[in-house]
């Protein structure tokens, strides 16, 4: 049985900094590409970033250049470091890997 567990969303003012980790119950880090959604009030899920096991990654255009998503194999944990945070990058986050979903962490970009 496979868990994940997201941490480290919080309130931030615009233009400031977080880093959601995403803690995998179940070796999955380093054997499936694993992803950072977020789903804002209203709308739909969408993929922010994510990491194949070969370590290649992909953003949605809103985030590029901002966001950047890594691995730590040994602690079974995906991170999600975000840089000039908008008011627009409100939303919950959601950790997913092998079809898992982590509950997810609220992430608020207010000033």
């Known amino acids: 049985q496979v868990q994940l567990v997201e941490s480290g969303g919080g309130l931030v003012q615009p233009g400031g900094s977080l880093r959601p980790s995403c803690a995998a119950f179940?070796?999955?880090?380093?054997?499936?590409?694993m992803g950072w959604y977020r789903q804002a009030p209203g709308k739909q899920r969408e993929l922010v970033a994510a990491?194949?096991?070969?370590?290649?990654?992909n953003y949605a255009d809103s985030v590029k250049g901002r966001f950047t998503i890594s691995r730590d194999n040994a602690k079974n944990t995906v991170y999600l470091q975000t840089n000039s945070l908008k008011p627009e990058d409100t939303a919950v986050y959601y950790c997913?890997?092998?079809?898992?979903w982590g509950q997810g962490t609220q992430v608020t970009v207010s000033s």
């Open positions: 990491i194949t096991s070969g370590g290649s990654t």
């Open positions: 997913m890997g092998k079809a898992y």
């Open positions: 179940g070796s999955i880090v380093s054997i499936y590409t």
